[in-house]
């Protein structure tokens, strides 16, 4: 679920009590200051009634909702991609502000390989145009947001580098061959293998893979949920990306996107926009979270005590 505001309005207190959604995403419209984001936070867990994830997306560079002058303009991790110390010194600086106000989950690093044709709606924000170089980036973030006590949410999976177009505005069509799509599995992998991999999310991006004789966005694509669970053997929570995208147009209404999702095997649904009346259709419509994707929930909270 998402919210309109800085403050949850007694409409959506009403529907997040009754529907029980399982977390909340936050944007740059929902913050103004530390303290009044501390107390949204509260607010929100007081509201679902228990200590539900609360997400943003604060990588540092162009993506970034908490923002100046409350808190630090971080660099674009493109340009911390060759300096190891400086790239885990920032995400602990990330780690501690969002544990300061109360987010658990940061849908951050972004693991997608740089290509010449990459749009630049991923550019800076991706670490390189070498999959091991990503990989060992990813790492250090991974490891560092856990350490602090943060969720990693490594996207867009399976990657989102050979996609030549924004899927906020249009679906994205790759025609590479599958022996190249899978260089770009590299980062993935890396994660994937790790010992603190069950600890890690995944988002799915909204990109139609052709190699795979595919005509559908992965993130309602069994196929594609199927390379990532088997191929990159990915065993964490995965995620969509926004489903309110222009990617998404040809699938249905939010609802219908978020049921196809779901029905190809992705574990949450992201919606992001913060429309009541569209909340109130997908807590209609979607059924309660399902076992397995329980399980990955909780086996992703198995972690080290935060660093001080």
Partial sequence: MSLE???????????FSLANPFGFILFGRNIE???????????????????????????????????APNWPEYPAMQTLADDHEALKETIV??????????????CAP???????????????????????VVAECGKIVCETFLEYG????????????????????ELPRV??????LEQDFTPFDAIADAPYADQVW??????????YGLERPATVCARVIDVIREDIGFGGLLLTDDLDMQA??????????????????????????????IMEELAVKLPSMREHSLERYERSRIRRRPAA
């Fill in 150 to 169: 943060i969720t990693p949410v490594i996207k867009h999976m399976p990657g989102h580098g050979r996609a030549a177009c924004d899927s906020h505005k």
């Fill in 33 to 67: 200051d530390v303290e009044q984001l501390k107390q949204l936070t509260h607010d929100i867990r007081e509201t679902a009634g228990w200590e539900c994830p609360i997400l943003i997306d604060q990588e540092g560079g162009r993506v970034q909702r908490m923002k």
């Fill in 175 to 180: 025609d590479a061959h599958i022996t190249d």
């Fill in 202 to 211: 995944g988002m799915v991006g909204h990109v139609v893979y052709e190699g």
């Fill in 5 to 15: 505001g800085t403050a949850i309005s007694e409409a959506e207190k009403k529907l």
């Fill in 248 to 277: 998404m147009e040809s699938i249905g209404d939010i609802p219908d996107r978020a049921k196809e999702a779901l029905d190809a095997g992705i574990d949450l649904a992201l919606y992001c926009h913060g429309n009541l009346n």
């Fill in 110 to 132: 972004v693991l997608d390989v740089l290509h010449p044709e990459t749009h630049k709606a991923i550019g800076d924000r991706a670490f390189s145009d070498d999959p091991e």
């Fill in 93 to 106: 600086a990330i780690a501690k502000d969002l544990a300061e106000v109360g987010i658990d989950v940061n």
